[in-house]
T-cell receptor, first 115, second 114 residues
Framework: ETGVTQTPRHLVMGMTNKKSLKCEQH?????MYWYKQSAKKPLELMFV???????ENNSVPSRFSPECPNSSHLFLHLHTLQPEDSALYLC??????????????FGPGTRLTVL | GESVGLHLPTLSVQEGDNSIINCAYS??????FIWYKQESGKGPQFIID?????DKRQGQRVTVLLNKTVKHLSLQIAATQPGDSAVYFC?????????????FGKGTHLIIQP
């Protein structure tokens, strides 16, 4: 395994529900990421956290709300989602220092279905 | 806008043959490139990476080539095995990124035929 875990692995929710996705990394990294993977589309970067501060938000709708309480944990809070939000949501972590990019380690993803 | 793309959505090769998966990128400011493999039901798994100050890097059975002149990246897999069947993605990160997200291509599905 990659050292990045995600729960739940599968989630089915209605459009009026509120749920949260959880990610935990055991690699000592200081940057964490949320990506969305839809069928037949490239992985889309949603949010980047470095040292627990959000450094990037790629015009993601406000119905997605990230939270990074510490360098090991990342959450994605979901509310009033749309069916088109159904996708695989991937968490990743990496080192992130000195202006150099490093490989990102991905979790297994949460398969989200919005009814 | 800037994008990373792949030339072929599906590549079928015979077991034991060499595979070459290609990727084109358009952001000339990118200085870090990476290949991932994704098997069904799993997250992307790191294969190999390369920085823009290099044009070739080798790993175990894999080689990445970077041609900055034409903004082209390729992944060569030697002596492909059934376990190599997966979707392969290239990705890039721009210079000075630090903790930057990656920009991914669409992926090539590599099929290994017995």
């Amino acid at each position: 395994e990659t050292g990045v875990t995600q729960t739940p692995r599968h989630l089915v929710m209605g459009m009026t529900n509120k749920k949260s996705l959880k990610c935990e990394q055991h690699l000592g990294h200081n940057a964490m990421y949320w990506y969305k993977q839809s069928a037949k589309k490239p992985l889309e970067l949603m949010f980047v956290y470095s040292l627990e501060e959000r450094v990037e938000n790629n015009s993601v709708p406000s119905r997605f709300s990230p939270e990074c309480p510490n360098s090991s944990h990342l959450f994605l809070h979901l509310h009033t989602l749309q069916p088109e939000d159904s996708a695989l949501y991937l968490c990743a972590s990496s080192q992130g220092r000195g202006g150099r990019a490093y490989e990102q380690f991905f979790g297994p993803g949460t398969r989200l279905t919005v009814l | 806008g800037e994008s990373v793309g792949l030339h072929l959505p599906t590549l079928s090769v015979q077991e034991g043959d060499n595979s070459i998966i290609n990727c084109a990128y358009s952001n000339s400011a990118s200085d870090y490139f990476i290949w991932y493999k994704q098997e069904s039901g799993k997250g992307p798994q790191f294969i190999i990476d390369i920085r823009s100050n290099m044009d070739k890097r080798q790993g175990q059975r894999v080689t990445v080539l970077l041609n900055k002149t034409v903004k082209h990246l390729s992944l060569q897999i030697a002596a492909t095995q059934p376990g190599d069947s997966a979707v392969y993605f290239c990705a890039e990160s721009k210079a000075g990124g630090g903790a930057d997200g990656l920009t991914f291509g669409k992926g090539t599905h590599l099929i290994i035929q017995p």
